[in-house]
């Protein structure tokens, strides 16, 4: 595997990965997925796993950003890091 598609994955997937937790979070707060009785409420663990597995990739993406042009590339990190604290704000917000 190339640097180039370490690049585009690592600027990627935590993006679709905020995404999938947002989704998980809304789908918990509409009500249309429900926590098991009893259970330690997996709809918040699972987006606050699925946001801490983010963390290696984006240093990933941090590592091969610098030896490419960090420059070039602040816009994904900025949205990557924007959607990582949104998703992060979700299970507090909507009470999960």
Same mark, same amino acid.
């Given at each position: 595997?190339?640097?180039s598609n370490i690049v585009r994955?690592?600027?990627t997937a935590? =993006?679709?990965m905020s995404l999938?937790? !947002?989704a998980i979070c809304t789908l918990g707060w509409a009500g249309i997925v429900r926590d098991p009785p009893g259970d330690e409420e997996p709809l918040a663990h699972i987006p606050?796993?699925?946001m801490v597995a983010q963390i290696p990739l984006i240093l990933i993406f941090l590592a091969t950003a610098v030896r490419r042009g !960090?420059? =070039?590339r602040l816009g994904v990190l900025g949205l990557q890091i924007a959607l990582w604290v949104t998703a992060l704000a979700a299970v507090p917000l !909507?009470?999960?």
């Open positions: 595997m190339d640097e994955i690592g600027g935590p =993006q679709i999938l937790a !947002l606050q796993l699925i !960090l420059r =070039q !909507l009470g999960l």
